[in-house]
T-cell receptor, first 112, second 114 residues
Framework: QKEVEQDPGPLSVPEGAIVSLNCTYS??????FMWYRQYSRKGPELLMY????GNKEDGRFTAQVDKSSKYISLFIRDSQPSDSATYLC????????????FGTGTKLQVIP | DTEVTQTPKHLVMGMTNKKSLKCEQH?????MYWYKQKAKKPPELMFV???????INESVPSRFSPECPNSSLLNLHLHALQPEDSALYLC?????????????FGSGTRLTVV
């Protein structure tokens, strides 16, 4: 079993839809959770980071962490064609420079 | 300045060549990273520098040699690479504090070994 599992997609949605992207993990020591967006042939861009369980909102994006279920989600409201990208979840046990474990990424296509 | 700048953007090199990748950031971040990313795969950690000292080497072959001349610069020296080393090489930086607040990645160098 991989340490972090993420549905690779592709996920196709119409413009304006609510998108739900998810990751499950097996390491109960993970405390920090991040979501990155990566456009084709570009480096990943940090969207959100959270610590422990709970929700965090930033504009059209909401990140949720459920540590009891070892499950994290990223919701995108009012999706736009510019949201078409690969979304990577990432997690780590500690802060600082310690190793971050990435999911394999979900490719999202928002159709106008 | 909230960017990580990588040069060159593209590089084609032969298996006997020596080349270097460069990375620069001016955000005051004290941790800098090299990642390798193959198509449709997540980034794989290669090296971590913390306060200009090599802190993590993920058992990377010696044909890859990192260097951190100062707190803003990170180099990756390449020698005698193999075609399977062709990939997107990403540099990243972060605060080296107690909390994990994510990385700032550069746009990468797309390396082709012929």
């Amino acid at each position: 079993q991989k340490e972090v599992e993420q549905d690779p997609g592709p996920l196709s949605v119409p413009e304006g839809a609510i998108v739900s992207l998810n990751c499950t993990y097996s390491n109960s020591a993970f405390q920090y959770f991040m979501w990155y967006r990566q456009y084709s042939r570009k480096g990943p861009e940090l969207l959100m980071y959270t610590y422990s369980s709970g929700n965090k909102e930033d504009g059209r994006f909401t990140a949720q962490v459920d540590k009891s279920s070892k499950y994290i989600s990223l919701f995108i409201r009012d999706s736009q064609p510019s949201d078409s990208a690969t979304y990577l979840c990432a997690m780590s046990e500690t802060g600082g420079y310690q190793k971050v474990t990435f999911g394999t990424g979900t490719k999202l296509q928002v159709i106008p | 300045d909230t960017e990580v700048t990588q040069t060159p953007k593209h590089l084609v090199m032969g298996m006997t060549n020596k080349k270097s990748l460069k990375c620069e950031q001016h955000m005051g971040h004290r941790a800098m990273y090299w990642y390798k990313q193959k198509a449709k795969k997540p980034p794989e950690l290669m090296f971590v520098y913390s306060y200009e000292k090599l802190s993590i080497n993920e058992s990377v072959p010696s044909r890859f040699s990192p260097e951190c001349p100062n707190s803003s610069l990170l180099n990756l020296h390449l020698h005698a690479l193999q075609p399977e080393d062709s990939a997107l090489y990403l540099c990243a930086s972060s605060q080296d504090g107690a909390r994990q607040e994510g990385y700032t990645f550069g746009s990468g160098t797309r390396l082709t070994v012929v």
